[in-house]
Nanobody
Framework: QVQLVESGGDLVQPGGSLRLSCAASGNILSINAMGWYRQPPGKQRELVAT???????NYADSVKGRFTISRDNGKNSVFLQMNSLQPEDTAVYYCNLNGIIRGRYFSANYWGQGTQVTVSS
């Protein structure tokens, strides 16, 4: 199977920065895209940013200009540089992989366990 491990979540003050990392391992045949989603307290999970294996990135309007997603295809890893963090960014951040694993015919979504980001003064 596929394992996704996130790291980098922390408690930071408003205006601070964090860099999240996610490494995928297992029987991965191909990756279409990787990305980050978040779930604020009491709210639904929402898209933060995605990036295809070809390098095309997509961002939620709320994070454009502040967050940058990048990837290392050779290591099946994705990163999220978060700058100018605000209390509204507080959430559990989940790594996502869309791809094909060994023994499957079609692409599917796989999720990490999440990492907590708290922005507070």
């Amino acid at each position: 199977q596929v394992q996704l491990v996130e790291s980098g979540g922390d408690l930071v003050q408003p205006g601070g920065s964090l860099r999240l990392s996610c490494a995928a391992s297992g029987n991965i045949l191909s990756i279409n895209a990787m990305g980050w989603y978040r779930q604020p307290p009491g709210k639904q999970r929402e898209l933060v940013a995605t990036i295809t294996s070809g390098g095309s990135a997509n961002y939620a309007d709320s994070v454009k200009g502040r967050f940058t997603i990048s990837r290392d295809n050779g290591k099946n890893s994705v990163f999220l540089q978060m700058n100018s963090l605000q209390p509204e960014d507080t959430a559990v951040y989940y790594c996502n992989l869309n791809g094909i694993i060994r023994g499957r015919y079609f692409s599917a979504n796989y999720w990490g366990q999440g990492t907590q980001v708290t922005v507070s003064s």
